[in-house]
């Protein structure tokens, strides 16, 4: 991914016109111009309804193709579509990565009855009832798709748990019982024991579904020309499920197969033990520094900028970290809702899409707007992209030293001629540091190319510059 950049193609208030895939198409040739590498695609298979994000997974082998729960398409598309977008986004050297659900699937067809302990939310390893018999909606037919792909039926022994009891018509957390059946060790501990989400909850411990579920990722990848995959809520998924997936269809597809995990906790600690205990078969989502700059900028000049990189995947972990502002479910009214405040976002997107290290993520609301909005960020965003191709090359030394101005020099390699940049960024008032671009420099003119600052200012015979920033914002220097 060696100075890749990766966009995640959806916000949460897409509208549900199945044109997604369509918009995706006719912009590959934009996409690719910008500096885009990688796009990041949601969920594509059939959900519980045809409005749904796709997180409410139904059936994994329809991506668009048969009429199932009422619809052909999804909410983005159809699958002819979506291989026609994927076609146009590789003739344009973009890779795609699949948004990947596996740790639920939503209601299934008709209603079963099995046996269950109902469970204390909060201590998911300690009963609440004894023994009683529940009816669940966990029982699969897939009678639009027939036995094509697959003849897999499920039913519910295939889960560990369900959030609902038709017959009582009584939400709660129902472990399924049967024989060495618990919930899987391998998950977070928060709440005892987090294997639980919602809806119906895949026992990825049961040979049955391990099998199923790894064909299903050697299919989906070889009928969509995958180049990775991004996996959903990992933190409630057996951690050896993850990982003998990932090399499963590794086996098939290339050890270059790409992935990135969102194991959603902003602990550093956590993530190093999930990366151990997955031996490093996947990239995680950097959330200690989204939740560091969700710090940042709310509490503004009372925030010590020195410590925005603590603790982080990307200092810790630089080939593991896929650094990232906002997703979807950060964004405003979302379940893990911790959206970066405006006036800190350009400053956020010059630090992940300017620093040496880190797989770097743009979020589509944040790039294209949220709900038909307007793209605030774009032209910030198109223009540190261009940055990065231009300039962001070479060894960076950082200047984390001020409580309230900090920033780095990166300083340029031989391959790109002219490269090499100063970042600034302030939260306080207006600011200035003095910073070394390299003797080799010395009475070069530079400018800020955010235009926030119009001074310009001329590398002294030790190749030092006096760099300014204006307070609560960022500037980016370049040669002029
Ligand atoms: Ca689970």
């Known amino acids: 991914m060696k100075n890749g950049v990766m966009m995640q193609y959806f916000e949460w208030n897409l509208p549900n016109d199945g044109n997604l895939w369509k918009q995706l198409k006719k912009d590959a040739v934009h996409l690719h111009q910008t500096g885009i590498t990688a796009v990041w695609i949601p969920p594509a298979y059939k959900a519980d309804e045809q409005q749904d994000e796709g997180y409410a997974t139904y059936d994994l082998f329809d991506l668009g193709e048969f009429d199932q729960n009422s619809t052909v398409r999804t909410k983005y598309g159809t699958k002819d579509e979506l291989i026609e977008t994927i076609g146009e986004l590789h003739k344009n050297k973009i890779s795609v990565y699949l948004d990947t659900v596996m740790n639920h699937k939503a209601e299934g067809d008709y209603t079963e009855k099995f046996k269950v302990k109902e469970v204390d939310p909060k201590e998911r390893n300690k009963d609440i009832s004894d023994e009683i018999e529940i009816q669940a909606w966990t029982g699969y037919l897939f009678k639009g798709r027939g036995n094509k792909y697959s003849d897999f039926k499920w039913h519910w022994y295939h889960f560990s748990g369900v959030g609902f009891d038709d017959a009582q018509k009584k939400s709660g957390i129902f472990r399924i019982l049967g024989e060495n059946k618990y919930w899987s060790e391998g998950v977070d501990d928060e709440n005892g024991n987090y294997d639980f989400l919602l809806c119906n909850d895949l026992d990825l411990d049961h040979p049955e579904v391990i099998k199923e579920l790894n064909r299903w990722g050697i299919w989906v ?84 900028l020195r410590r925005i990189l603590d603790d982080t995947l990307v200092l810790h972990h630089p080939d593991y970290a896929v650094t ?102 302030s939260n306080n008032i207006d600011g200035n540091k003095v910073m070394n671009v390299g003797v080799n420099r010395k009475g070069e003119v530079w400018r800020d190319l955010t235009g926030n600052v119009q001074k310009k200012i001329t590398i002294d015979n030790e190749g030092n510059g006096n760099f300014l920033v204006e307070g609560g914002t960022l500037s980016v220097w370049v040669k002029f």
């Open 221 to 304: 990848s070889n009928e969509l020309n995958l180049d990775g995959m991004r996996l959903d809520a990992v933190k409630h998924m057996e951690d050896k499920f993850v990982k003998q997936f990932l090399e499963t269809v590794r086996a098939e597809r290339g050890n270059e197969f790409y992935s990135v995990a969102e194991y959603w906790n902003g602990d550093l600690a956590t993530l190093e033990k999930y990366l151990a205990a997955v031996e490093k078969t996947t990239d995680l989502f950097d959330v200690p520094l989204h939740y560091n700059m969700y710090k940042a900028s709310k509490f503004g000049k009372d925030y010590d």
């Open 324 to 425: 990232f502002v906002d997703n979807h479910d950060s964004q405003l009214g979302s379940s893990l809702e911790s959206e970066i405040e405006d006036w800190f976002k350009p400053s956020a997107y010059a630090l992940i899409l300017l620093m040496e290290k880190g797989y770097p993520c743009i979020f589509y609301g944040d790039y294209y707007g949220i709900n038909g909005g307007k793209p605030l960020y774009q032209p910030i965003i198109d223009l540190l992209l261009n940055t990065r191709r231009k300039y962001a090359y070479g060894e960076q030394k950082d200047y984390f030293d001020h409580p309230s101005t900090v920033g780095f020099v990166r300083m340029g390699d031989k391959d790109h001629a002219g490269s090499g940049l100063a970042f600034l960024m």
